[in-house]
């Protein structure tokens, strides 16, 4: 008897209603709402501080003509960047993830691979276009207080110009996932489409009142223009609309080319990312993401640096000064972090580069508009950071050999630190470029403040790392208050935990905040002064935090020393 599509259909649905109910029957029900509670409080204190940091967004100068004829090019580019990374992200497997027991049980099975993917995908869809809408939303009706057109009216076309930019995300990505675009066409594909924009929005930006100018007319100029729905309707946006539903209804006929060796890997990398996020582990993260992007270090380094092997004869002998040893020691730790540095792919390279200019238009924009702006000023130095503390990173990945070495951890941790601060200075001086690109006369607060403040926005994911870091071999064994780890209770309370979490997986972001500090005192007094008193504040931040990693290993060995006492004396 054979079997037809509903039957499969019907299988397969009862399977899925099978697994949901066993998947749901161990879910805690206390800690879905808990967790509910948190995120409707955080949320909440989001929006309160978004509407006190709202003023100053939109210039008091800008007319609404204005902001109308400047806007829609310069929306246009947040769509033009989800669809490059779209693009790029399908190029390297995504956007749909699957179980591996879907790819190796049911699609491998004789049922249509569509029927089997056509629901993740609208599923991705949903939850992809969900969140912008919800923050573009909230913001919209913010800026709305500075605008003509209602707030109703702003929120629902802020909502909507969110949905459409996580819309072009998964469809652009599907597309070329099923399609197995190359990925350096789609890296091609994207770049050309994000610089054409920005040509657009630049153009219109410098030359709108100008009559005789000549329109440069962007690919997202119309998707940009659906933002601007609360004080303008115009019927031709409706075509940036149907261009989208149309690539929906494409990126769902061809949902069953996808391919299941990126479905599988996808899946597995995708699991392990979300126990790494359960348990804050930044490091596991941001390994799993640079697997999904299947980024691998250089085989060759850009520059000739390599690890020549030190001669026998070479070596340095019993009887030299202790101060020469050392001398010898950080050279070699200082050689290996620049040969990590040599060898950091491309594609890395690129986004240390965006994220440092994206850090350094941000810094600008909070000096002379609205203090909103430190959210993607403080983002872009934490994800800057991570990205460039690798060679500190892979020594804390090798305990078993760091332990093994005859030098004191901390200050192996510290040296391990020098060449990243190399490429966060280089860094710095693109975000300096782009501070002055938006304001010209912040050129020279920003290539004085540059450095430092890079460098204090990478406290945070320094202190993530280290961190992670296992306890000295001498106390593995215990924890903190000196009991035994398979014995000792947990020294939060249960009904504590999850605000303990939340409060453990901020602290690395709220020191990486304290490089908003300067930036915030050049908004309120722009001053030399100013300055240089900020250069000492992050100094002294930066030197506690050197302090802290040498200094570590000790005084966790003293506290449970402590506790040990107390409980001997008791």
């Avoid at 006190?52 to 947040?78: F, Y």
């Avoid at 240390?352 to 924009?365: D, F, R, Y």
């Avoid at 872009?380 to 990945?397: K, N, R, S, T, V």
């Avoid at 190399?422 to 860094?427: C, I, P, T």
Wanted: positive net charge; contains cysteine; hydrophobic residues 55%.
């Amino acid at each position: 008897m054979s079997r037809t599509g509903n039957d499969d259909a019907a299988t397969l649905s009862d399977l899925r209603r099978a697994r949901r109910a066993s998947r749901l029957g161990d879910i805690e029900w206390f800690d879905v709402l808990y967790q509910v509670y948190l995120f409707a409080l955080g949320g909440l204190i989001a929006i309160v501080v978004a509407s006190d940091s709202i003023n100053g967004l939109v210039s008091d100068d800008l007319t609404t003509d204005e902001l109308l004829a400047r806007g829609p090019s310069i929306a246009g580019v947040v769509v033009a960047v989800a669809f490059a990374v779209g693009i790029r992200n399908g190029a390297d497997g995504g956007p749909v993830s699957v179980e591996s027991a879907d790819v190796r049980h049911v699609l491998l099975s004789p049922v249509s691979r569509r029927l089997v993917l056509v629901r993740p995908l609208i599923q991705r869809i949903r939850s992809v276009a969900f969140i912008p809408a919800l923050v573009v939303g909230a913001l919209a009706q913010l800026v709305a207080r500075e605008v003509e057109g209602s707030r109703a009216a702003w929120a629902m076309s802020g909502a909507a110009f969110g949905a459409l930019v996580g819309v072009v995300y998964v469809s652009a990505a599907t597309i070329a996932h099923a399609m197995a675009v190359p990925r350096w066409l789609a890296s091609l594909i994207g770049t050309l489409t994000v610089a054409w924009q920005l040509a657009a929005a630049v153009t219109t930006w410098n030359r709108w009142d100008d009559p005789d100018a000549f329109a440069v007319v962007g690919p997202a100029n119309l998707d940009g223009s659906l933002l601007f729905w609360g004080v303008r309707q115009r019927g031709v946006d409706l075509i940036a609309v149907g261009v989208v539903v149309a690539a929906v209804a494409v990126a769902i006929a061809v949902a069953g080319r996808l391919r299941l060796e990126p479905l599988e890997r996808r899946g597995q990398l995708v699991s392990q990312l979300k126990f790494a996020a359960t348990v804050q582990d930044i490091r596991t993260v941001v390994l799993l993401r640079r697997q999904l992007r299947a980024e691998s270090v250089r085989s060759r380094p850009w520059v000739g640096v390599g690890a020549r092997r030190r001669s026998t004869s070479s070596a340095r002998p019993a009887s030299r000064p202790h101060s020469s040893g050392r001398s010898v020691e950080r050279a070699m730790i200082w050689r290996r972090g620049l040969v990590a540095m040599s060898r950091l792919p491309f594609s890395r390279l690129i986004r240390i580069a965006v994220l440092a200019a994206i850090a350094g238009a941000s810094a600008s924009l909070v000096v002379t508009s609205s203090f909103l702006f430190a959210v993607p000023f403080v983002g872009g130095l934490f994800l800057l950071g991570l990205e460039a503390i690798e060679p500190l990173a892979q020594e804390i990945d090798r305990p078993d050999l760091t332990d093994g070495l005859p030098v004191d951890r901390g200050w192996l941790f510290l040296n391990h630190l020098v060449a990243p601060a190399g490429l966060l200075a280089v860094a710095a001086m693109i975000g300096a470029t782009a501070a002055t690109v938006v304001e010209s006369s912040h050129a020279l607060a920003a290539f004085a403040l540059a450095v430092p403040v890079v460098w204090t926005g990478a406290i945070g994911p320094v202190v993530s790392t280290v961190r992670d870091a296992p306890a000295p071999a001498d106390v593995e064994a215990t924890t903190l208050t000196g009991r035994d780890r398979s014995s000792d209770s947990p020294f939060a309370l249960p009904e504590f935990a999850g605000a303990s979490n939340v409060m453990t997986g901020l602290t690395p972001i709220v020191f990486s905040a304290i490089s908003l500090a300067p930036v915030a005192a050049m908004r309120a007094d722009a001053t030399v002064d100013t300055a240089i008193r900020s250069v000492i504040g992050v100094a002294l931040c930066l030197a506690v935090m050197g302090w802290w990693i040498i200094r570590r290993d000790a005084w966790a060995i003293k506290v449970r020393s402590f506790f040990n006492e107390g409980r001997s004396s008791a």
